[in-house]
Every structure is written in C-alpha cells, then in structure tokens.
C-alpha cells in the first residue's frame, strides 16, 4: 500500500482544514487507516484512526474537533480539522495497517505515507 497525504498549509486559530490521503494498492477497504502528527521537538502521536469496519478512534486532544471519514471508493481517507489550535501545529502523517490494534495500541502501522506540515498561528 502507498499512501499520499496532503491538504496542509498554514491558517489561523480557529480556522478549520481537510486532510486527503489517497491509497494506492489492493484490498484499501480492508485496511485500517489513521493519521497521526509529530510537532517539533515531540514524539510522534496518534491523532485518530478508522477500522475497516468504520470503528473511529479519537485522540482526546482532537475529540469534538476532528473528524475521521474513509471512501473506499476512492480509496481516500479524511481528516476534517475544525477549531485549530497552535498546538495542532505539526507535520501529519497517514499510515495503514491490517490490524486496527497494531495502530491504535502499538502506534506502528506498517505503511506510512509521507508527511503534509500543518500549522496554525494564533
């Protein structure tokens, strides 16, 4: 699987921005996706993920704010990030994995798409 992030860019607090990551590859409905998002001088985290299923989990610090949506059809995923904040500010990253736990509780997928920068000045 290839995973091509991007939607970035630079926009004020409380602003809102979508993030596309489109997949190329076999069998993308059979995946779990997710973002995650490393600032500076931080460890990388996990923002939210989808099973195949369409089971969504959230990091607490985006909950309420961003949404995690997939099209299998177009073997996209989404991230909607509504009400930014400065400490969204960071270099997001989408990754797959067969396994939904190897995201959400191990934080290592085993494909990563390249980075798209995000950030939000105050």
């Known amino acids: 699987v290839q995973l091509q992030a991007s939607g970035g860019g630079l926009v004020q607090a409380g602003d809102s921005l979508r993030l596309f990551c489109a997949a190329s590859?076999?069998?993308?409905?059979?995946?779990?996706l997710a973002w995650f998002r490393q600032a500076p001088g931080k460890e990388r985290e996990l923002v939210a993920a989808?099973?195949?299923?369409?089971?969504?989990h959230y990091a607490d610090s985006v909950t309420g704010r961003f949404t995690i949506s997939r099209d299998n059809a177009k073997n996209t995923v989404y991230l909607q990030m509504n009400s930014l904040k400065p400490d969204d500010t960071a270099i997001y990253y989408c990754a797959a994995d067969l396994a939904f736990g190897n995201i959400v509780y191990r934080n290592t997928p085993d494909y990563w798409g390249q980075g798209t920068q995000v950030t939000v000045s105050s």
């Open positions: 590859g076999r069998i993308f409905s059979s995946y779990a």
């Open positions: 989808v099973s195949s299923g369409g089971y969504i």
